[in-house]
């Protein structure tokens, strides 16, 4: 148990740092001694949580009635990620991304719910957070959000 | 009302094929057709008044007491509830959810509980396990055509894709598994194909232009997001085979929303499923006034329904989504002039 929070703490440290990254590139360069390669592991290594969380999306072993994620949410669709964390009526409280992913694994899907830290469930919130790069951040906007355009394959660098 | 039995309407669609099948022996291609109808200038002939049902989009799972099939059996007792009962119904697509025939039977078994005649065309969730063949057995011809007090109607099989399948050794089960993805990677683009635009030419060549035309397909003869195959790569093909006319009601599934387009001739609805309601995609929409606010993920009716679709003498629609809660905005609460 302990090993995995570790392993989970290093993943969303690195989703974080790479997320911070991302943006920052395009303004500066690394600052030494972080060369681009190892800027280029860390988005490959988000890139690998993210193709992670594209196909638990997409399963429907999370659930138990057929179901997946994407059968609602295409491309993350409508996972309004750029809302999070506001009151969500059906969680009767101010809840995160990750509170309502396992809502919908619960009760839409009725499954058996994510451990909230488990690398699980960071790449899916990976998954929905890239599909919503650029979206800007709107706590509890009420609106839905499309997923980022996207004209063909994944709808990221994948492999 | 004009009442006619399941036998009369499923004669005449069968009488149309075998008209249509003879007639196509001697059929130019539907390249060679294009271009010749021209814009209609008359009016419309006058029909006599009728209301039609449409349902779509169930998405049955091969599991016991699923909640998909609850809000199919509650779609189909609203249509029956219907007054004055509509003529027939129309069905356009994925009645099953991985084109197992357990699925197919299973609708079937419900679609029958309608108390008017049903005509069905396959999505792509009926279809990739097996080709369409457990469908074609339950139901019939992908495509058809038949007429209704003086209403041409056309169905389609809008979702053939070009094999992906054999060069990479995929297992039926594989296939459909990838063609169950909304924004499946390497699926490609959804059409009627060649063989069906070569039929509709023939199928429509001696209907007059003043004939009102209502044509179904589960994906839009419009692109609205290719990337959902929001799509149907062959509907410009098909709009102008049918540009002669002076109107055409296309309706169509797969989207599961309240949308609604206009080109040309053609005027688009979209339907809302029977199963989960889908976001609109990031793109802009031509009528945004015509849409479905969202839905309560707490609730699994939101957003969800059938539809009826009553036309008058001068095949005015009114087209009337039946969502089963209150998600449509006051200006089509009572329906939208078509």
Known sequence: MRKVRKTSFTAVASVIVVSGALIITSMAQAKPPRSETQVAQERAALMTAVAKGDDLWHSAKLGNNGLACANCHPDGSASNVHTWPKFQTNLGKVGTLREMINWCIAVPMQGRILESDSEEMIAMEAYATFTHRGVAIAPAKDEQHGAVPVKSGPGYPRH | ?338
Not at chain 2, 111 to 129: A, R, V
Not at chain 2, 193 to 199: A, F, I, M, P, T
Not at chain 2, 303 to 310: K, P, V
Request: net charge neutral.
């Open chain 2, 1 to 338: 009302m004009n009442k006619i039995s399941r036998r009369q309407f499923l004669g005449m669609t069968t009488k149309a094929g075998a008209a249509t099948m003879f007639a196509g022996i001697f059929a130019p291609s539907a390249s060679s057709m294009l271009g010749l109808g021209g814009v209609a200038e008359a009016a419309t002939k006058k029909i006599k008044p009728f209301t039609f049902a449409v349902l779509t989009d169930a998405h049955l799972y091969d599991i016991a007491d699923h909640k998909f099939d609850h809000i199919l059996e509650k779609a189909v007792a609203d249509v029956n509830s219907i007054k004055p009962r509509p003529d027939f119904v129309l069905y356009a697509g994925d009645l099953g959810q991985s084109g197992k025939k357990a699925e197919l039977v299973k609708g079937k078994k419900i679609l029958d509980k309608l108390k008017m005649p049903y005509k069905i065309i396959p999505g792509e969730h009926d279809y990739y396990l097996d080709m369409g063949k457990a469908w074609r057995k339950l139901f019939g011809d992908e495509h058809w055509s038949f007429n209704h007090n003086g209403v041409h109607f056309i169905g389609m099989n809008s979702i053939l894709v070009p094999d992906f399948w054999t060069l990479k050794k995929l297992t039926p089960k594989e296939r459909m598994h990838m063609m169950e993805e909304l924004e499946c990677h390497n699926c490609g683009a959804w059409g009627v194909g060649e063989k069906q635009l070569n039929w509709l030419a023939r199928d429509v060549r001696r209907v007059s232009p003043d004939t009102p035309v209502v044509i179904m397909t589960h994906s839009p003869l419009w692109d609205y997001y290719p990337r959902w195959n929001f799509q149907t790569y062959d509907a410009p093909e098909i709009r102008e085979i049918l540009r002669k006319f002076d109107k055409v009601i296309s309706i169509h599934g797969h989207v599961h929303q309240v949308v609604y387009n206009e080109i040309d001739n053609m005027r688009s609805c979209g339907l809302l499923s029977t199963s989960w309601p889908w976001p609109y995609p990031p793109v802009e929409l031509e009528y945004p006034h015509i849409i479905q606010r969202r839905a309560d993920p707490g609730d699994f009716e939101d957003g969800l329904g059938g539809h009826d679709i009553a036309l008058n003498a001068d095949f005015d629609a009114i087209v009337h989504w039946r969502e089963f809660s209150d998600l449509l905005p006051d200006n089509i609460k009572k329906g939208l002039k078509v």
